[in-house]
């Protein structure tokens, strides 16, 4: 209990760091008065605009309203659409959630399989095979595969239709269709690292004594493999996924233009394009959050699978 409440501290204070660290940023990046009043923009009405939103008042206190008002869901109001960002960012998020767990949910299952089924395999050569192909296959960036997934199943074999997006409320089946294949281009990159990792770590525990001794005992290669290679050897894996999990949201911000998918990742690119702030800083905030928490939940895990992590803390 006190490992985790000791968690949930640091959480929470690197996302108060974090988030007060990025509202400055964007506070000394531009001011938003000029963009708010357009061609109208004189000194007197920047002044007077400046001050009826408390733009002169010390930084922490606007930052601590701002921090009140997101915790509560109030994000702001963007400067381009005069729309509350959280109705602008929230239903995009649940789409660019959706995608990360997809190709997270991708990863876990094909690459514990491949990787298990690596480790056992007999013959020498189909494993080296295995292994120059998810050496190429890790060095081909997600955004690729994308644009190689669009042009062969979208604009040859049609088996879907680039931009006819379906929301969740329309059409579930067609939303989790229209996703699995930007899913599949973020998930084959990790699924090769991830294969690789479990390969080595899961080989090296096979060469340790306790291994040899369970086989002298009359334990099967399976039984060995799934149960106590795997098994101790899962550690760094369940790390690398954490930060895979943290790192794939970020991916979706350039599959999402790829696959032209409505969620935070082209909100965020036309918001920097315009400077609207005020979206961009929620956005970088989520993110923020996303990332930190992925990593918190893992931190949490790794006492389950392994009790020895807990005596040490």
């Not at 050897?233 to 991916?251: D, G, H, K, R, T």
């Not at 979706?252 to 082209?266: A, V």
């Not at 959050?289 to 931190?299: K, M």
Request: charged letters at 15%; one cysteine or more.
């Amino acid at each position: 209990m006190k490992y985790v409440l000791k968690k949930a501290i640091n959480l929470i204070l690197t996302v108060v760091l974090v988030s007060f660290l990025a509202f400055c940023a964007f506070q000394i990046i531009g001011d938003p008065i000029a963009r708010m009043l357009g061609a109208e923009a004189t000194p007197e009405k920047i002044a007077q605009l400046r001050e009826e939103l408390g733009f002169n008042r010390p930084v922490m206190t606007r930052y601590l309203e701002w921090a009140g008002n997101f915790l509560r869901g109030d994000m702001g109001i963007s400067y381009s659409y005069k729309l509350p960002v959280a109705e602008m960012v929230l239903p995009k998020l649940g789409t660019t959630v959706a995608l990360t767990l997809m190709a997270f949910v991708l990863t876990c299952v094909a690459s514990i399989s491949i990787g298990v089924f690596q480790v056992r395999l007999k013959s020498a050569r189909i494993d080296r095979l295995m292994t120059v192909a998810n050496q190429i296959i890790m060095s081909i960036p997600p955004f690729f595969i994308g644009i190689l997934f669009t042009c062969f199943f979208g604009l040859v074999l049609h088996w879907f239709t680039p931009g006819y997006f379906v929301s969740f409320k329309e059409d579930p089946a067609g939303f989790f269709g229209y996703l699995f294949l930007p899913a599949v281009s973020i998930a084959i990159p990790k699924i090769s690292q991830c294969v690789k990792m479990l390969r080595s770590q899961t080989g090296a525990e096979l060469e340790k004594d306790y291994i040899r001794t369970a086989y002298s005992r009359g334990m099967n290669t399976g039984f060995a493999v799934n149960y106590h290679a795997l098994h101790n050897a899962i550690i760094p894996v369940i790390s690398f996924l954490a930060v895979s999990l943290a790192e794939m949201l970020a991916s979706c911000i350039i599959i999402e233009q790829i696959f032209t998918i409505p969620g935070i990742g082209r909100l965020l690119l036309s918001s920097i394009s315009s400077r609207d702030f005020t979206v961009v800083l929620a956005i970088v905030v989520i993110l923020v959050i996303w990332v930190i928490v992925v990593n918190y939940i893992a931190d949490i895990i790794y006492p389950l699978v392994d009790p020895r992590i807990k005596v040490s803390k």
